[in-house]
């Protein structure tokens, strides 16, 4: 009997190996499920991520835009403060000059208010001085004009009489000695001209008169230009007693206040003194120049220097007989012929003549 050939690869062993590859392909279909499941997860977290690392990327950029923003706002902040410094550090500077400045000034007034208090202390020791000998020695005056009343004129800066006229020059040449710093003057403002030394100089006169008034006198203070009048409220143009002082204080703060302007009319002030009952024992004019104009206002708006000497005539042959006319005269530029003039009237009439310094009084 024939042997059977045997078949390796017979039905049996193909079932086998179509079995086990079967099962190797179910094997890795499983896995592969499982592993794409996992993928789509992971995908998923993934995507959440980036899509929230997104979103922060985006609130970053906004927020480094802003913070881009507020630097350079910041920047230009500081740039400013360091402007407002250096300016502040110079008005610093320039305040300190200033207080410096000032401080210096307040010491320079500081020693001149102690002068001017040692001056007033040593007036008031004068002042009393005086009122002892005046009331000790009426005949211890230096200078007397005999006549009707007691009528002395100025000389050894003292003063006296029983009724006594001080007059005083408010035309506009009182702002100063020369014709171009007057016309300048005019044009300040009115506290300037009230100040301008030569009409302080002026109003300190009138105020040394006054304190040298005897205790018993009667006084009057009369300021002229075109016109003249009272500086004295309620005076009525008549004689006032010295009293306690009031009327002579009155007197010089309304002085005080003036401001001068105007022309000259001499002629005016003497007929205002004829008015006075009884006629001054002494009269004081503290004056800086000739008249310009006569009781009416000028038709010219210049007049010459004999035109001048012409109403000084004039003025004069009004004035009343035996009346002293002491004069205290700041020299005017333009004007040479009025030293004369005045010196002859205080001369002629028994009074005195003065064209005081610049310091006095």
Same mark, same amino acid.
């Given at each position: 009997?024939?042997r ?7 039905l ?33 977290? @993934?995507?959440?991520? &980036?899509?929230? #690392?997104?979103?922060? $990327?985006?609130?970053?950029? %906004?927020? /480094? +835009?802003? @913070?881009?923003?507020? &630097?350079?706002? #910041?920047?230009?902040? $500081?740039?400013?403060?360091? %402007?407002? /410094? +250096? ?23 500081l ?13 008031e ?55 171009v ?17 030569k009409w ?18 009667s ?36 002085l ?5 302007a ?100």
């Amino acid at each position: 009997m024939a042997r059977r050939r045997m078949n390796v690869f017979s039905l049996a062993f193909l079932d086998v190996m179509s079995c086990g590859f079967g099962a190797v392909i179910l094997i890795f279909l499983i896995i592969n499920h499982d592993i794409e499941d996992s993928v789509k997860v992971v995908n998923k977290d @993934l995507l959440s991520e &980036i899509r929230l #690392l997104d979103y922060q $990327v985006q609130n970053g950029e %906004r927020d /480094l +835009v802003e @913070l881009k923003e507020r &630097i350079d706002e #910041l920047l230009q902040r $500081v740039d400013d403060s360091d %402007r407002k /410094l +250096v300016s502040t550090t110079l008005d610093l500077e320039l305040t300190r000059e200033d207080f410096n400045e000032l401080d210096a000034v307040s010491l320079a007034q500081l020693e001149s208010l102690n002068e001017l208090k040692s001056d007033v202390d040593s007036r008031e020791v004068e002042l009393k001085r005086l009122k002892a000998l005046n009331e000790a020695n009426e005949g211890g005056r230096v200078r007397s004009f005999v006549g009707e009343g007691d009528r002395q004129y100025l000389t050894g800066l003292k003063v006296g009489g029983k009724n006594i006229l001080i007059a005083i020059d408010i035309s506009g040449s009182m702002l100063d000695d020369t014709i171009v710093n007057v016309l300048r003057r005019r044009n300040m403002s009115e506290e300037r001209q009230r100040l301008s030394p030569k009409w302080q100089r002026a109003v300190r006169t009138v105020e040394w008169l006054a304190a040298q008034l005897p205790l018993d006198a009667s006084f009057q203070v009369f300021a002229f230009n075109t016109q003249a009048s009272s500086l004295i409220d309620d005076s009525n143009d008549q004689w006032v007693p010295l009293g306690d002082g009031r009327s002579l204080d009155q007197a010089i703060t309304s002085l005080q206040k003036i401001i001068p302007a105007g022309g000259t009319s001499l002629e005016n002030l003497v007929l205002k003194l004829r008015n006075l009952t009884p006629l001054p024992d002494n009269v004081y004019l503290i004056i800086d120049s000739l008249p310009t104009q006569g009781t009416r206002p000028p038709r010219r708006a210049t007049i010459s220097g004999s035109g001048r000497m012409d109403l000084f005539r004039n003025a004069l042959a009004k004035l009343p007989n035996q009346v002293p006319i002491n004069v205290i005269l700041f020299p005017m530029e333009g004007d040479p012929l009025a030293s004369a003039a005045y010196w002859n009237l205080a001369r002629t009439t028994g009074g005195a003549y003065m064209a005081p310094s610049r310091d006095w009084p």
